[in-house]
């Protein structure tokens, strides 16, 4: 039986107490995108609470029992982010938006899972497939070795394999899914100066520089592991005056050493992009926003940008 939902993108208006509808209504009005392209999964007494939308896009109907209540994290909304996610997996769309979730509330309701990527991962990943967190402002791109983890853990994660395995996959979806033939990566060392040669660490010795010398064997464009501090300054000044950007990606070894320097210049702009599964997923940046949920004043840009990034 052939995919009803095959050719369409799915938009998730992720937790109903924060801005997620809000911002989802907002984007798609301004887009103004023929509404056969488009499938809403939400409820719509949530719709109805953040605004109106100019066209009628189908909307598949979760259901959505309790009161949203603005700013309010509960276990209730966590299960309904959860299930909006679970129903994106089923119907297997052309690719994936979603709003803004909360872990907590997520967690509350027993959802034991870092994000939503490592939902889509547990439902959509096959034959030893890893979802992968790429951040993209236009040409400037950050990709995570290690997402929502303590920063205490990941050292012992940064294995010369795992690095290994996770940059020849990136490498593979940077030429097979997003025509990058023979992409130039820059490669962010784990410890201060990289390690200072074991001063300040032994990561970039034991593991780091060995994974980067195979890598470069078998034909791999990458840097050495070099310090993090001053290794985006180029591509940021780039960036800010339209000029190419010197690498394809950079690839951080923990969260916020990639994202600080992304969202610094780019925080309206930036989509978190999920790879490496069979369907594409585009998110904005930011989180719900429980601060100015239900007020009507949150900025679309960046839920704006996921939508057409996917596009």
């Known amino acids: 039986m052939s995919n009803t939902y095959a050719d369409k993108i799915a938009i ?14 907002k984007a798609l009005n301004y887009l103004n995108i023929p509404k056969n392209n488009i499938v809403i999964i939400s409820n719509p007494k949530i719709l109805k609470k953040s ?14 029992e309790d009161n949203i209540e603005f700013g309010k994290i509960s276990a209730s909304a966590g299960d309904f982010s959860f299930r909006l996610l679970q129903k994106a997996c089923q119907i297997k769309p052309k690719g994936i938006v979603t709003a ?22 547990k439902f959509l990943a096959h034959d030893g ?23 205490l853990n990941v050292s012992a994660i940064l294995t010369k394999d795992f690095i290994i395995n996770k940059i ?27 390690g200072e040669n074991g001063i300040i660490g032994n990561e970039e010795i034991e593991n780091i520089i060995p994974a980067v010398q195979y890598l470069k064997e078998s034909g791999i464009n990458i840097t050495d592991p070099l310090p993090a501090d001053t290794l985006f300054v180029n591509g940021i000044k780039n960036y800010l005056n339209n000029k190419s950007i010197p690498y394809d990606c950079y690839i951080a070894c923990y969260h916020d050493q990639g994202l600080i320097p992304i969202k610094s210049v780019a925080s309206d702009k930036t989509v978190n ?24 004043v949150a900025k679309p840009d960046s839920m704006t940008e996921a939508i057409k990034l996917l596009l």
């Open 168 to 194: 020849i996959r990136l490498n593979s979806i940077f030429e097979q899914k997003l025509n990058i033939k023979n992409p130039k990566f820059a490669l962010c060392a784990l410890n201060p100066h990289s």
């Open 129 to 151: 497939q890893t979802a992968e967190m790429l951040f993209i402002a236009k040409d400037l791109r950050v990709l995570l070795l290690t997402r929502h983890i303590p920063l």
């Open 51 to 64: 605004g109106t939308l100019n066209n009628d896009y189908e909307i598949i109907d979760i259901g959505y």
């Open 12 to 25: 998730l208006t992720g937790d109903p107490n924060g801005i997620g509808a809000e911002i989802t209504i």
């Open 273 to 296: 992009m999920t790879i490496g599964l069979d369907i594409i997923r585009t998110s904005p940046s930011h989180g719900t926003a429980f601060d100015i949920a239900g007020e009507n």
């Open 100 to 121: 803004p979730t909360s872990k907590e509330a997520m967690y509350l309701a027993g959802h034991f899972y870092n994000g939503q990527t490592e939902v889509l991962e």
